[in-house]
């Protein structure tokens, strides 16, 4: 099996079934060192639903994308890390629990090779899945959450404790998520109630709206989130939400006035020094992204930093 | 309470909070004949997810609609029947069994009162939760079923046996429809499964493929139709992909091939002599409908010839 | 001036900047038989508002069709008639009155210059303006119109005599129709009164409903036609909802139940012994009409029907 | 009747006929402070139509919004503030001049029973009626006005005086705006003439173009607006158009160059110690806006800010 | 390999990278009867482009289908026929020659390994290259071609001789086409020429027109094409602008008044006794097609019942 | 000929068949300046294809604009330069090579009667054809190019050695481009080698990558573009990718992180003393720009600033 992408000067990009970036697809996970996982669960959306469709949608304009990363020493990121495109999970539509079990073993079954799941969600409850696997063999994770969200809700409708609202409550909770080395970013908008943000800090969670983010700057941010994980085994899980709805209109629950693509995208350039065991992008929805896939087409790219921060690591 | 809808010849349309025909907002449920009810559910969606947002957009095309039917001897349909719009029943989306019970409720809520229910889904799996409240006061139901598939298989993805493919199996079981006096009409398309249809005669359906549908005519069809229920307690569950895709692309599994829309509205015009306690329009899905929103129209006008059924039998 | 269009053959369909079919744009309308004009006003819109953008977007599709017809004896039209593209008449958008004026004023230049006016809706209130301009030289005229609805209400919101819904009883009013001659072809659907269709009938018109239609057949209806027109100066309204909203869903109004595509043009193509002294489309939204502009095309072909009926009286 | 939005952790958003941010529908006017009102006119329209279905597409959008605002000091609007969506005033498409006059007679009923209007336009000549309706109660008004244009033109169309392009000249003619406390804020890109900017400082306006905005600096120009309008009953009137395109795509006229969305929301949320009577949003069209839909979620999110600024004030 | 493909009971749809029908795919060509190839060239394409992106789309829709086909004895065709996917093949986009040079590479590696080659287009002009592939091992091939246009054109643009317009002249001067015993089924609308049919006719092959179709019934027309192939080799080549537009709005060249899906799928149904060799569908355009994909799907039904016609003869 | 613009006051922007900037159409080219010609042409594009309909969608959306330019003196544009649309020039789909000898001969008729032609593309493969036409006559260019890919490839697919990727290597081979007083201008993202910028430094290219770009501050930006061109005859070929696709979705390879408009136009109004000869703007596809048309707007507004730069100099 190669492990290098289909090079798009010799085959048009449009040419052939999509994987992630062109990369072949994962027929062993023997000699890897990560591998994309789509997961196509949307079971925890309580807004607009549509996310199955998002590792699809993902892979097909991640075609766009090239080895070589300009930010990082102009590393070809699959000549230094083996990654393949593991194909999905299988999840259970409608049914929220069980689909996290589903979600839970496919990406044991990757960390369990030793691979770094990176995942392709899917609403953002499918992090806690994640999570679960990863920290099984990792422990306590530090966790870097991008999100104008906190997603530490209790209770939804009812009484459901399983929902893209709720996964980093449940971490703290079930002890594989340690809050006091995790951070929060770019939390922003209107609120259900007053304590809808000191809930994560009541956590433990240490958290940077987007305002102390513009205040704090992108530079002194980076460092500190490197800080605040101190080296411990990491996960990173990027909601696209964080980022203005001009930029990715296409997600569940858009939030007016966040940073910008090249913000963003130069905050994940300048971070460093995370160790990072596993990762995902999340909150896709590529039925509210109209024709030009944009949003899709940046959390590509926001993989291909991540892959990109990994490659650096190893 | 008036009871009349707004008159789109003195305010145009586009004007003030769409209700469904522009009908009033149920305060009460005293006097009422029946209601409509949106049923916002799609947990029960194997595939295109969506339907929750249907109630919504079937509203908003059904505010074309007018209230006399030239096809039932130019009746004023809201002058013969008491029609409110009751808004739409609460759903916990990701959770396909609770929301089922919830919907159970708020449609009990309306059976009990004397009213006869008429829903807009929502996947088909909502049909099943209708059932149960209508049933509980009117005993097993003949079902007149147009759709092009059966949805009578058993289980779904490891064992999950509430789904929209499973709810006129799971009917029969818990006898709430009575198969012997109850239709499948317009089945068609490639199978999962050499029994795909003969799993329905085996429950006790009736069964009329689109091509025997075409073979019968519409008008011997219709009368079929009164014969097989024999004037019980019936239960109209009309699934939008019954219709061609040209005609009603906003679905969650289009098939090739079905009727046109106005043979479909000839075939519900011509139904006679049926003792209609409920119904539904089901599986529209808005985010497949284009901006002309043509399937939405179209639900909607199933929806006015059922209340026109429903006028006439009053 | 080139009287024959750009050959697609020669220069690819998608360069240059469109006109009706490519024709030549007119500079002069000395030695022309007919003209293409825009009508761009959708002051006279109860509904859905746009079709000020459907001249544009019907020239735009109208560059797929060629010049011969083959269902009358493949004749080439624009050898027989020499047509050119006029443009746009000016309008006043949201001043329906005015916009009326001036649309006659345009019509009128044309009709004085010996043209025969082909219009491009615009909603149907423009049909009111060109009947004025067209009456003003040929007399009360035989009007042929195809619609799902009347048009014949006598006013809206609140008094206004002018809009959409109007056209055909002012014309009777304003003696510019003869209704004993004019045959309405194609209603169908819900009705705000009783007296929907009997209001066409107590004015004097013939009226086919669509179940008529298809119980008349389209080879009689068409003779039926001509005999109702007896010879005398007739103008042809093609209202886009005529037609099923599948073929058709880019209209201010769609009607679910209508014709096909092949039916409508089948009925146009079997038309004959029409003393057409002028015709128009109507009725276009190319805001609803999807990526495909398939009702643009759609009345672009029925624009190119109308014309190739006019090279055969010619 | 309860004053509390439905609270969307308990219902999700998407059950329910969607009011402004899941607001009461008002039943009555006693006891409200402030009122929802949708204004779907666009018969002012001079270049894309559409607007008429805005109310409609911004009451869908603000769904996602929650009643706490943590810019001002995390109060809870619907708390301090009495507010209910009162549905929309009906308009007569197609005739600008006396829908003008239904919209001033549906915003006095509102100001004349004490509450503050809130309007959700429609084309921006409609700020016209509702200035007339609300300077009749506290006279010549202090004008807050956000757009890329200055919309004090003379006339449009051969001598047409109320379109969108004129609301701001024909306020300060009919005394209802007092220039001298007023200011436009955003102004750019190309001009029709060369006078375009300087109209409006003739008429006596305070003009901040987009790049002196820039110069000057959003916390200065917040002071600087408070200091203009010094106390006096002031309205607030937000076109869409003043935000880049990107962020606002779906408008009548877009000019590209503006401000982001977090820009404007920080600007607005430095606002302080404005009297305000009366504000609107205007100039959203759902037609152009795309599946996402970010311009009506941003045009809520304005709306949102509004209220926060006039529950503080309360 | 496993043959069969993933059973949608088990693994929802849209989990997984897509393969046509969830078809395995083709690691090598032993073993196989037929393989599904796209063919994702659109240089051929004289107007709207966009083909390219087709096979993905198609293989997309594909996934609603299921292996059983009712209407030719519920045969399994996946049993009957071992079928893989062998992915796209590459193309030169610009460079029309070369382009259809690769293409012919990559059908006769599968026809030289003995299998029917199933193509994905593309424009219509990848035809001839399969053709020629085809034509290297059977010789001189019946050709039935179902298309709303001829394709028999000459030349194009100042005398190109390839194009989208041409291959069925090119297939004849190649001698890859046996005219006599070829048939081309769906002409219809209007024409460049007088000779724009009996240029097919000159070249020797049967035409009949969309109106002889209906003229002769679909029974008749599947025994006569059967007679004029009359056992010998046989290539089916389904243009999707067969259909009327309105069922397949996605397409280079949509043409009004075409058959509707029902009556395409039934005569394909009807087809016996071909000795398939190879077949396509062609000239989908997924961006002309809307979010509901409709055209997608029937191209992807359409294949599926050619691949059940080539299970029926294996 | 009137050389003005239709007033926009006078007459709907919606009214007439639409020009760039409703200029008038060069029936002539005698006494003009400059003239704008579309260049449909996207037979270069190794990606996303459509660009052909790009002209076409650039003139709708510049009916927006209006003549006076206030960033410069607020000059009209139209009374310092005689500016006509010269239509678009004929290309051959599919046929690359032919394509650009078509379009070098349209471009050399306008630059021999002494215009400046300012180009209206499609793909990027079309600045080469246009260089050449232009350094015919005036010598080897300075070249300004705005782009986040450096098109300095020097083959694609099996050894093509004209697309979209290569026309400013060849530009050099061929003479036409002076690399030493050249620029190239927003580099950005991933890498297929790691010399891909490198490569245009290798040509003697000056190479301001987006990061650059911010570092320098666009005044200084403008400066050096002035000093590096040193007052020899320039082209400006701006490649809407260039922007972010927030800004500009509609376009072949968006590359996520760019500027902002309002970056951009500060950028382009700050740039003096270029010595314009030529100038285009390329890669538009409007198939992927949404319903708002907002990168046509943004690319017909850049094109109306390079007028505005050439009208300084003239």
Chains 1, 2, 3, 4, 5, 6 share one sequence.
């Not at 069980?98 to 079954?109: D, G, K, Q, Y």
């Not at 941010?221 to 080296?231: C, N």
Request: a negative charge.
């Amino acid at each position: 099996m190669s492990v290098l992408p289909v090079n798009s000067l010799d085959t048009p990009r449009f040419c052939g079934i999509p994987t992630f970036m062109r990369l072949p697809q994962a027929t062993s996970l023997e000699g890897l060192d990560a591998a994309i996982l789509g997961i196509p669960s949307d079971s925890g959306a309580p807004f607009r639903t549509g996310a199955r469709m998002a590792p699809h949608a993902v892979r097909q304009m991640s075609i766009m994308l090239r080895p070589i990363n300009p930010y990082r020493d102009n590393i070809n990121v699959f000549e230094k890390l083996r990654v393949a495109d593991a194909g999905d999970c299988s999840v259970i539509p409608g049914y929220e629990i069980e689909s996290l079990a589903r979600i839970e073993e496919s990406v044991a079954a990757l960390v369990q090779a030793g691979l770094v799941p990176c995942g392709i969600g899917g609403d953002h409850s499918v992090t806690l899945a994640e999570l679960r696997a990863v920290a099984a063999k990792h422990g306590s994770l530090a966790l870097i959450q991008f999100d104008s969200h906190s997603d530490t809700w209790d209770k939804y409708f009812g009484g459901q404790r399983y929902s893209a609202g709720t996964p980093f409550r449940r971490g703290v909770e079930e002890n594989i998520i340690d809050p006091h080395h995790s951070i929060q970013i770019g939390l922003r908008g209107s609120l259900f109630r007053e304590s809808d943000i000191s809930q994560s800090l009541d956590l433990g969670y240490e958290v940077v709206t987007t305002d102390d983010m513009y205040e704090m700057g992108f530079a002194k941010l980076a460092a500190r989130i490197a800080e605040r994980t101190a080296g411990r085994p990491a996960f990173v899980t990027f909601d696209m939400d964080f980022i203005d709805p001009a930029y990715a209109p296409g997600v569940q629950t858009p939030e007016c006035g966040g940073p910008s693509a090249r913000e963003t995208l130069q905050l994940l350039r300048m971070m460093r020094d995370i160790n990072l065991v596993g990762c995902d992008v999340v909150e896709v929805n590529p039925m509210y992204d109209g024709s030009g896939q944009i949003t899709a087409l940046l959390a590509a790219t926001v993989m291909a930093e991540l892959l990109a921060l990994l490659a650096t690591r190893a």
